[in-house]
């Protein structure tokens, strides 16, 4: 009986001890503290953990079918579950031939791979975001800000704190402008001349009242008459006028001469 006894009372502190060993997988937070054992395609993570600064793996094993050189990406994530800073490791000196294993391997975090004013205390949660199968050495500060599912996305589908403020305050703004407007139009005479007859009345008020100044000043200064321009010069019009009186005299005694 008092084995029992002592068999149950182990079993509900082992369920109440906090668990140290758990299953995540590639992009999934793991807590500070936590070991777990992440399988990617090229190699397998084995005894992965975090803790006060430094990132430890049991062994790292190589499972593809040619040589590899040691390499992973590590997300560093804060309380608050945000990007603080992004390790990407990769060693062609720490190549591993197929099913070859890398045993006790650390990875120490150091300032550079952190955001400004950020130190491994910040650090509560890292996830294994890939292998760095292209083998990069920058861009620790690629993701800074953003949640582990947002690593990845498109950046005009992601708002910083910044940006989703302006974004609340531009809708408030919008918002109230369309407020002012109906509130004008339904309850005050602001906008009374804008249907459509009484602007066609007005534009026709309008013409008229130019059509009537421009007939007064032509009432007080009437047009000059126009110049004729002439075309021959006085000699030559006598000269026509002459011979045109000899013509008729002629004419008539021609005239006369028949009858």
């Known amino acids: 009986m008092k084995k029992i006894i002592v068999g149950v009372l182990v079993l509900l502190i082992g369920m109440t001890l906090p668990v140290k060993a758990a299953n995540y997988e590639m992009r999934e937070l793991i807590p500070s503290g936590i070991t777990t054992t992440i399988r990617g395609e090229t190699f397998l993570y084995k005894g992965l953990s975090y803790k006060n600064g ?3 793996f049991e062994t790292i094993k190589n499972n593809s079918k040619e040589k590899k050189s040691l390499s992973i990406s590590i ?3 804060d309380e608050k579950k945000k990007n603080v800073g992004t390790i990407n490791f990769c060693s062609s000196e720490m190549a591993l031939d197929t099913k070859e294993e890398k045993p006790n ?24 975001l ?5 083998c990069r050495v920058d861009g620790s500060t690629d993701y800074i800000g953003q949640t582990v599912e947002q690593i990845g996305m498109p950046k005009n589908n992601t708002f910083n704190d910044e940006q989703l403020l302006l974004i609340n305050i531009v809708k ?3 918002i109230g402008l369309v407020a002012w407007f109906l509130y004008r139009f339904l309850f005050t005479t602001a906008f009374r001349n804008m249907d459509g007859e009484d602007v066609r009345q ?3 008020y309008i013409n008229k009242e130019l059509r009537n100044d421009r007939e ?17 010069s006085d000699a030559v019009i006598e000269q026509e006028k ?12 021609l005239h006369n001469f028949y009858i």
């Open 54 to 56: 430094i990132i430890k």
């Open 75 to 77: 997300g560093l994530f």
């Open 105 to 128: 391997f650390v990875i120490d975090v150091k300032g550079s791979n952190l955001e400004t004013g950020k130190s491994y205390q910040d650090i509560k949660y890292i996830s294994v």
């Open 130 to 134: 890939g292998e760095n199968e292209n």
């Open 172 to 174: 408030v703004i919008v």
């Open 202 to 204: 007005e534009y026709a």
């Open 216 to 232: 007064r000043e032509l009432k007080k200064n009437p047009p000059k008459p126009k110049e004729v321009k002439k075309v021959k």
């Open 242 to 253: 002459i011979q045109n009186e000899k013509d008729k005299e002629d004419d008539s005694d």
